[in-house]
Each structure stands twice: as C-alpha cells, then as structure tokens.
C-alpha cells in the first residue's frame, strides 16, 4: 500500500499557543510520528507530538506515536498507557512482532476474565428452575416466568426498580408460606405492563413507583405456579445476590445454562464466556458497527 494511501508528510497545525506547528507525519486516527536530530530528547519529541493534538479533530487523534532520533525508536500507545523503546539495529525484529502489527490492521485485544459472579447466577437461576419444575410448572410459561424474574432482579441492582423494591416485595407483601407468592407477583408483572395513565389511582405505594415496561415482555398471562415456604425463600434469597455484576452481554448464555440441566452440568463446556464472544464478534461485525 501506498504511503500517501493512509499517511501524509509534514501536515501543518496550529498549536495550542496559537504557533505554527508541522507534524512529520501523520495517519489519522491511528498514528502520529516525529523525528529529531540524532541524540536529541525523546523525552520532548513526545511532548511535542502531544502539543499537535488540540489542532486535530477528534476523529484525527491518534492511538499510536512514534518518536525517533534515527538511532533509537520509542512507540507510545495511548489506549494501553505503554511505551517501548528500542535501537534502529532492533527495528527489523519490532516489526515482525505485536508493537506495529496495526501498520496491517492488526490491534491486540485485551479481554477480562470473566467474573465468576456470571456463572454463580447461572446457578442461582437453575436452582430456582429445578424447584419450580419439579413443582409441576414446565414449558413456555415456566421459561417467561423466569425472564420477567430475572428482568425484576436486574432493574432493582440497575436503577431501573427502586433499590431493593423486588426484595422488599417479597418479604413484606407475601406470607411466609409463600401461598400468595404466585397472586401477587402477577399483580406486580400487570402493573409493570400498565402506562402510568392507565393504571387505578390508588394503588399502593409499592406498586404505584414501578416503572411502565414496554415491548410487552410482561404481557402474556398464564397461570402463576403455587409456592410454599422453600420456594419462596428461594426466591428471595436470588434478590439479595447483586445483579449489576453480571454483564448483559452474557444474559442469553445465562438462560441456555438455566433450561438445560445437562448444559448446566456442564456450565464450563456449555457456557460462552462474554470475553470469547467479543473475541468472534468484534472483528467480525461490532467494530464496524461501532
């Protein structure tokens, strides 16, 4: 490829102070080089390349500056915070290696381990699944149950809800032997489908600050299951996990996992992590999209 392609010599800028500056050279977006006299300061190169930036447009700001002296190279990546400085006899085995594979389009990604509180609420929500299968609820209504939960869950740890409202539902508005337990949560999914105009006017207070929820998750009606004691305590005690730790990227994963009790028996086979799915989607589309 064509230098003048992606590149251009001593562009001109206007400094900071008004000056006039020229940037030896400069690739938009991606990287911005300046070159001294043999043995001269990197240290003020690489100020002097960051004094070019309030001239440049926000799209034009660069990742990547390289300063030389023609004897020594120094490359700071300013996503990483890194820098690495190396003699122009080493240059040849640098660009090989991972310091300028973005000169190809490459970019070295960095993923977080996932957080093992991803899984510990695959768990959560599999074991409130076991107890409400074997008390008889299965198939589609049992599978919508579980989302509407899991929505509640997130909106209390999100903002979305008050803090704690679904918790505090739970525990003060249905008797401890959890009879009720199926009556009054779909009371509580009814209201979350009802627009503030369309709800009674003297509901309780409990209700009256839920949200309206729109694109008709809670919609559907079906029978609730019936609850007892254990059930119920199982129930509330998924509330007092904090679900603003999980990541949202992995909710689908999150409910293969609870369906499934084989995927579940096998979380670590089964269960796509959100870093190895940023690893396939990334390059694929998201970039991009982004």
């Known amino acids: ?36 006299s043999r043995g001269r300061d990197l240290d003020r190169a690489g100020q002097q390349a960051r004094d070019y930036f309030p001239g440049l447009k926000d799209h034009e ?18 996503d990483e915070g890194t820098e690495h400085e190396f003699g122009l006899a080493e240059l040849h085995q ?9 000169l190809t389009g490459y970019q070295k990604r960095v993923y977080r381990p996932e957080d093992p509180a ?3 609420a695959a768990e959560l929500m599999g074991e409130l ?20 939960i899991l929505f509640c869950l997130f909106a209390e740890d999100t903002a979305i809800f008050e803090k704690n409202a679904f918790q505090e539902f739970l525990e003060a508005q249905t008797r401890p032997d959890g009879t009720d337990v199926g009556t009054r949560l779909a009371e509580w999914f009814s209201i979350l489908d009802q627009a503030p105009g369309e709800r009674q006017r003297h509901l309780p207070d409990y209700l009256a ?18 609850f007892d004691a254990a059930l119920r305590e ?7 996990f904090d679900w603003s730790r999980i990541s949202p990227a992995i909710f689908g994963s999150l409910f293969q996992s609870v369906t499934d009790p084989v995927k579940r028996r096998n979380l670590g086979a089964h269960y796509t ?18």
Request: charge should be positive; charged fraction near 25%.
């Open 1 to 36: 490829m064509k230098r003048r392609r992606v590149a251009s010599f001593e562009v001109p800028i206007k400094k900071a102070d008004g000056r006039q500056g020229f940037i030896d050279l400069l690739w938009k977006g991606t990287l911005l080089v300046e070159h001294k």
């Open 61 to 78: 700001l660069p990742r990547y500056i390289l300063v030389s002296d023609f004897a020594r190279f120094r490359l700071y990546d300013l």
């Open 94 to 102: 640098h660009l090989h290696l991972h310091l300028f594979a973005f």
């Open 118 to 120: 991803n899984i510990r």
């Open 129 to 148: 699944h076991d107890a409400l299968l074997a008390g008889g609820y299965h198939g589609h209504k049992l599978e919508v149950l579980l989302v509407r």
């Open 209 to 226: 600050q839920l949200p309206y929820v729109n694109g008709a998750l809670f919609t559907e009606y079906f029978p609730f299951p019936s």
């Open 234 to 240: 199982r129930l509330i005690r998924c509330t007092y």
């Open 273 to 290: 992590s959100e870093a190895n799915i940023l690893k396939v989607i990334q390059g694929l589309f998201l970039d991009e999209l982004r």
